[in-house]
């Protein structure tokens, strides 16, 4: 079965600009969670969606926003970029089913670098 | 989610058995302790969880305490692959069809085997 497909891996924006990031879950996954990784804050959950509907929603500004489509696919979009913003990040998912085993399983992450 | 406290560092000598202890003293009844990894800029992997027996798979064993305020995570021959920071998360595992996946990273235990 394929894993967690993000894209793209890489990608280098200037300030003010906007970025969208993808995210593919595992085939039959309904939960899609994106999390921000930076080396002073460490790893943090920003959202999570199910049934194309948001479930929860970290600390962070309403820059950051995201959708889930009908197949579960996921994209999350960060408007009006920042320095601060340059991070790695990931995306989760879970079969998130009543009885299921509970774990997440994440994507090797988008690198994104804010000159 | 309860707080988790793990030390920040450890080393571990190749073939040896490495045991990474998480404190969780505000666990609360109905939450599950999970071990996750973080091998350098990849995403997260699960390793294990567990609500108060021990438990053991193909990549680790926990050792959960029987009054369930610390558990001790087992790797029992570590190799060089199994160098990376290992996050241990106290949470409640999903109860519902719909969601609710966060998980709250720590600092987590940065692991380094010793060739």
């Known amino acids: 079965k394929a894993g967690v497909t993000q894209t793209p891996r890489y990608l280098i924006k200037t300030r003010g600009q906007q970025v969208t990031l993808s995210c593919s879950p595992i085939s039959g996954h309904r939960s899609v969670s994106w999390y921000q990784q930076t080396p002073g804050q460490g790893l943090q959950f920003l959202f999570e969606?199910?049934?194309?509907?948001?479930?929860n929603k970290g600390n962070f500004p309403g820059r950051f926003s995201g959708r889930q489509f009908s197949n579960s696919r996921s994209e999350m979009n960060v408007s009006t970029l920042e320095l601060g913003d340059s991070a790695l990040y990931l995306c989760a998912s879970s079969l998130a089913k009543k009885g299921s085993s509970y774990e997440q399983y994440f994507g090797p992450g988008t690198r994104l670098t804010v000159t | 989610d309860a707080k988790t406290t793990q030390p920040p560092s450890m080393d571990c000598a190749e073939g040896r058995a490495a045991n990474l202890p998480c404190n969780h003293s505000?666990?609360?009844?109905?939450?599950?302790v999970y071990w996750y990894r973080q091998i350098h800029s990849q995403g997260p992997q699960y390793i294990i969880h567990g609500l108060k027996n021990n438990e053991t798979n193909e990549m680790a064993s926990l050792i959960i305490t029987e009054d369930r305020k610390s558990s001790t995570l087992i790797l029992p021959h570590a190799t060089l692959r199994d160098t990376a920071v290992y996050y241990c998360i106290v949470r409640v595992p999903t109860r519902s069809n719909f969601g609710n996946e966060k998980l709250t990273f720590g600092t987590g235990t940065r692991l380094t085997i010793i060739p």
């Open positions: 505000t666990i609360s009844g109905n939450e599950y």
């Open positions: 969606y199910f049934s194309e509907t948001q479930r």
